[in-house]
């Protein structure tokens, strides 16, 4: 196995690294045919837990032996499955419970090919049965997460004690993570959900929507609603999946039609835009947390959750005062996790990082009130951020948006779930995939699967810093390799403002780009058809010069040219790099530092 791994070895792209080897990347498809073996994942754990059910029922009194080598006893009896292992039972000494699932991940690949990234599931009516629940710890859940804005009390506490349940029977350490509803605008509750198509038009109201006639209604929580929004507005539903356009107002009801058409869900939440920009009125004012959100968590008390989770954190004050009552009426100590989702906690985010336990990302109402090109950056930020706190950091929404109706998800959303796994962050969550998607087993199945790929990606790497392979198939060549790796490492200490690269075929602006510098690439060539090429590389700003015999003529006329375009300004300090080869001369490679005069 370890020789095939080695074989199969793939260097992977990091916002600071090179891009893979070709060569290397070819050997790709055997690891492709390994993870879609492990969406097979979801049906051995059915059969695991169908055999532990029945081992369950013919446990014995007796120790039985176990499988280890070790021979460590094993506790048994009646709701005990024999494959979870009990170190000293029957002693004084202290034990230590394995699960069966880690048992086996840990026999089969050893300590370092274990995952390391835990998977949050949130539970809803696909994912609530004890079968499914069994099926998804099997799976790799490491922790379920009850949503209030969904269920009653009654519902949920009938799901946490299938989890309870589950842990005691099968040694399982399923964490349990209530999340509170939040106040900001959401929909009221809808006995289905709604297909929305384009054109269509919805009504909604802070009324009982039943009164209204013939048209659709949609109750809104939040009584404000119609002096916060104007006509032209729109009406942002669930982080983007359906968009609707302010028609008309009417006393208490808002008229709207369908821009981007989709599936309006039970509470799911509403932000206003109105000129590209969300619109932050009277529901700015809204307390993070409301009445309800009081009640739902003496009711995670009374229920000793390990987790509550505060939606719409905008500052510490928050969670400072939840985790005084928590201290005052909780004999058990629950870490809050503060989900950043809100245009208000992004310029908090350092405060509320330090005074929470942990921390939630969750992308998809974060996505509605910031642009979204923003979105990658300040994950990434966050991430890093958790990290230097040690505060553990989730990464929440659309990860596998596309497996809540198909069995596969798009190559995308793999890269995503990827990108994640190399920023380090402590944990994935699944929201709709496992809550109401079709296929919950098979949305966990991939999460573990590529997690786990992907740190033995990071491990091959040391943690970001991977070793660049020789290209070049010469001495002469391997040279100029060197040097543009040497002037990249240069400028990114100086803080060089560019690097200059002067090249006839786009070879040495290959290299440079491979090295991801922190700085652009000006690349000067005489050739169109090669400047058209480097136009595709990372970094690289092509040029076409007309070279002349004398390097420093062709550095000195491009300070002039670029000068004149404030494409640079004097002072500023370049590293300029180039193996212009003269006709019948030996070529001359340089690298230079050089202020702009």
Known sequence: MDAMLLQGKVLMAHSTCPVADLRQAARLPHRCRNVRRSLNVSAQAASVTARQKADTETAKAEP??????????????????????????GSSGPNIEVDSVLAKELSENGFRSTRRTKI?????????????????????????????????????????????????DNGYSVAIMMDTE????????????????????????IRNPAVIEGKKGLGVSYEAFVDDVQVGDHVVVDGGMVTLDV?????????????????????????????????????????????????????????????????FVKTADVINNLKSYLTSRSSK??????????HDSVPNAQDIIEASDAVMIARGDLGAQIPLEDVPSVQKEIVMRCRQQGKPVIVASHLLQSMIEYPTPTRAEVADISDVVRQRADAL??????AAGAYPDKAVAVLRAVSGRIEEWCRQE??????????????????????????????????????????????????????????????????????QRMNLRWGVMPFRLDFSANPEENVDTTFKLLKRRDLVKEGELVIVVSDIRPDDQSVVRSVQIRRVP
């Open 333 to 342: 100590v629950i870490e809050i996790v503060a989900k950043i989702e809100s």
């Open 182 to 205: 939040g106040s900001e605008v959401h929909l009221n509750e809808l006995k289905q959900p709604q297909k929305a198509e384009a054109g269509e038009e919805f009504v909604l109201t």
């Open 247 to 311: 028609l008309e107002k009417a006393g208490p009801d808002v008229r709207c039609q369908v821009a981007d058409p989709g599936i309006i869900l039970s509470r799911a939440n509403l932000t206003f835009r109105r000129n590209g920009t969300i619109v932050r009125a009277r529901n700015s004012m809204l307390p993070v947390l409301s009445s309800k959100d009081w009640l739902d968590i003496d009711f995670a008390i009374q229920m000793d959750v390990d987790f509550i989770a505060v939606s």
């Open 429 to 434: 969550m699944l929201s709709g995939e496992s």
């Open 462 to 531: 040391k943690y970001g810093q991977i070793v660049l392979p020789n290209l070049a198939p010469s001495a002469d060549g391997r040279v100029s390799e060197e040097l543009c790796a040497s002037a990249s490492v240069m400028a990114n200490a100086l803080g060089a403002s560019a690097i200059f690269v002067y090249t006839r075929r786009g070879y040495m602006a290959n290299f440079l780009s491979r090295c991801r510098p922190d700085c652009p690439i000006f690349a000067f060539t005489d050739q169109q058809d090669v400047r």
């Open 64 to 89: 039985t032996p176990s499988l280890d080598t070790t021979h460590v006893p094993i506790k048994t009896g009646k709701g005990t499955d024999p494959d979870h292992v009990a170190d000293g039972v």
């Open 120 to 168: 949050i599931c949130t539970i809803g009516p696909k994912s609530s049965s004890e079968e499914m629940l069994a099926t998804l710890a099997a799976g790799g859940m490491n922790c379920a997460r009850l949503n209030m804005s969904h269920g009653d009390h009654e519902w949920h506490k009938t799901v946490i004690n299938r989890i309870r349940k589950l842990n005691k």
